[in-house]
């Protein structure tokens, strides 16, 4: 395996190719993520043990959506399958190699969770240090956190240094479920190559994330000014209803757009990592 150096350009190519895999199975992509996500926030829920299983159970939602798009992508000129090609993947066969490559990879994704377990932990501890553990409480213990606190310096810098302290995990969970399926490297070199990868390639990953953002902005508004409509023209009949429709159509579709950013990270592994 090698690293591979790309253009920066090639940060729209991977959103691009994301975006139009999505839309080839988005029932099937919609689904596949909705379920991974209903798993992750009931295990999150139990009492104590949530806040650790939650991040041990993060591999297992990256790669599947990989593989997913690994099976839904196909090696055309353009990287994609027309609309009308009878060999176009199925959405039961994109789960059957999702479960597969997880009923495979379990243990080596678990090893990544328990990494990721661990160093949230740390990370939350550390906060400690900043609001005298009142985040620390609330994650790890589920202490509940009355709103006068939530308003206070402390907690905010708190959580400000928790998610600063998270994004070298960020960066190196990215490739790590992708590397120990495909590459078959080991877990914890997975998470080392994956940060390499990121600051060797930090233009394409910069201008893939700017990329989304402006999905992101665009997507949001656009169903502002659908909300606005449709209570202009009294669709929704009352303000409370109009509020519950907003928020609907709001969360729902920044799950979509989650999942469909999911979906365009198996290009970046693709392009930036070579097997030979």
Known sequence: MKLNLVPARTGFDWVRLGLKTFWRQPLAFISLFFMLMA?????????????????????????????ATSVAATDNADGLGSTGDPGRPTGSAMFIAVFDAMRTEWRSLVVLGVISAVYFVLAVTLTALIDGGQLMRAYLFDEVVTPEIMKSSEFLTARTMLMCLNLPLSLAMWHAPALVHWHRVEPVK???????????????YAL?????????????????????VLIGVGAMGSDGAALAIGNILMIGTALVLAAMS????WFTFRDSFDAN
């Open 39 to 67: 798993l992750i926030s009931t295990a999150s829920m139990l009492p104590v043990l949530g806040s650790v299983l939650a991040p041990i159970l993060l591999p297992f939602l990256t790669l599947g959506l990989m593989v």
């Open 190 to 204: 997975s998470t080392f190559f994956s940060i390499v990868a990121l600051f060797r390639n930090f233009g394409a």
């Open 208 to 228: 893939f994330g700017l990329a989304w953002f402006g999905v992101f902005m665009a997507a949001g508004i656009a169903i502002g000014l659908l909300a606005t």
């Open 262 to 265: 999911l979906a365009s990270t």
